[in-house]
């Protein structure tokens, strides 16, 4: 159950970022308790490495699903999202130069955004529960989780060529 906890918890990895974090933790939790009361316990030898082999076998099965698993968070958060992200990206898409907006601020060089596309891109970071977007020439990034220097967020790749390989694909034009 640990281990089945552990890797479920990756489809939380870019939208639900505290609900990741206790799954994967109580899933980690319980399978190293479950390892050791086994490996620590009178069980045979033969019954140790039988389990030994079974995590083992566990943890290269979630190395190899982890990289699946949180591209489907990301495309389910953008499923989930859609219209909003839709609107929002119209309205940045229209204007020039950086934008960057945060849960009270729009820092943008000119006042080109109507009192109504103010509230709705408000209102959009707010149903997105995005702590930034931030728009440049090529790109559209909404921040979905920071914590010091680690930072998770989507990308809408606004240019007809995709980006480098630093980003990796999700959706349509949609990055990581």
């Known amino acids: 159950m640990g281990v089945a906890l552990a890797i479920f918890s990756f489809l939380f990895f870019g939208r639900k970022q505290d609900t990741y974090q206790v799954l994967l933790i109580s899933g980690l939790v319980i399978a190293t308790v479950s390892y050791l009361l086994i490996l620590f316990g009178k069980e045979k030898l033969k019954t140790k490495l039988l ?3 079974v995590v083992i076998l566990c ?8 990289p699946i698993l949180i591209n489907n968070s990301y495309r389910i958060f953008i499923k989930q999202n859609e219209n909003t992200l839709v609107d929002i990206n119209k309205i940045l898409n229209h204007t020039s130069g950086d934008v960057t907006i945060t849960a009270d601020t729009i820092i943008h060089k000119s006042d ?5 596309e103010t509230e709705r891109l408000f209102e959009g970071r707010r149903k997105l529960g995005v702590y930034l977007i931030s728009k440049t020439d ?7 989780w920071g914590f010091l ?11 007809k060529s995709y980006p480098d390989i630093q980003y990796r694909h999700i959706t349509g034009n949609w990055f990581h």
């Open 59 to 66: 943890a290269v099965i979630q190395q190899m699903t982890e």
């Open 51 to 53: 389990w030994t082999a």
């Open 112 to 116: 080109e955004f109507t009192v109504a």
């Open 149 to 159: 220097d680690v930072r998770l967020g989507i990308t809408y790749w606004a240019e």
């Open 138 to 144: 090529h790109e559209i990034y909404y921040g979905l």
